[in-house]
Every structure is written in structure tokens, then in C-alpha cells.
Nanobody, 116 residues
Framework: EVQLVESGGGLVQPGGSLRLSCAASGFTFSSYAMSWVRQGPGKGLEWVSAITSGGTTSYADSVKGRFTISRDNAKNTVYLQMNSLKPEDTAIYYC??????????WGQGTQVTVSS
């Protein structure tokens, strides 16, 4: 059974930092791209960042230069380091992957709130 479990969210002041983690199980983690997607209050889903199995990264323009995605295949974990956080980064952050069978999997999400 594929499972994705996010952690690391919380309340942070503008300009602060958080590191999100997503622990994966039930599939060959190292073989698949992983993504972070967020949903702000009253908004739709917004793709944030992705990392391929080979480590190539990509970012939404809204977070480029502030967020860094990384992965540790030994720990089956993907990370999102978020710096210089802004109130508009407030959202539920989800970890996402799509495997070879076509199945798409989401974690339960972790809340990030940026407020003074």
C-alpha cells in the first residue's frame, strides 16, 4: 500500500523558515518523481515544486529562489525547505506522486501558516 506522510508544518512569522518532510512507503521511492502541491484558504490546488528520480528540480515562479526541494532515497523521504516565507504561502501542503501503474497518491497534508 502506497503511503505518503507529511510533517513539519506550523505557524511561522513572515520571513521565517520551515522544512517539510514527506515519508514514503509501499513503492520504489527512488524510481519516481515527487512533487509538492499546496492549497491556500479558499483557493484551488497550486503546484509548488517537483524533483525527478534523477534529482532534477523545478519550481513554481511564486516560490523560486525561496524554496528548495530535495530527496533522500535512503530514507524514502522528500523535503521542502521553505525560506523567506510570506503570508501568501499560507496553505495546506501535500506530497504527491504518480507511479508506473498510473496510480496517483497524495499525503494527508500539513498546514503551514505564515502570520505575525
Amino acid at each position: 500500500e502506497v503511503q505518503l506522510v507529511e510533517s513539519g508544518g506550523g505557524l511561522v512569522q513572515p520571513g521565517g523558515s520551515l522544512r517539510l518532510s514527506c515519508a514514503a512507503s509501499g513503492f520504489t521511492f527512488s524510481s519516481y518523481a515527487m512533487s509538492w502541491v499546496r492549497q491556500g484558504p479558499g483557493k484551488g490546488l497550486e503546484w509548488v515544486s517537483a524533483i525527478t528520480s534523477g534529482g532534477t528540480t523545478s519550481y513554481a515562479d511564486s516560490v523560486k529562489g525561496r524554496f528548495t526541494i530535495s530527496r533522500d532515497n535512503a530514507k524514502n523521504t522528500v523535503y521542502l525547505q521553505m525560506n523567506s516565507l510570506k503570508p501568501e504561502d499560507t496553505a495546506i501542503y501535500y506530497c504527491y506522486t504518480k507511479v508506473a501503474t498510473g496510480g496517483q497518491y497524495w499525503g494527508q497534508g500539513t498546514q503551514v501558516t505564515v502570520s505575525s
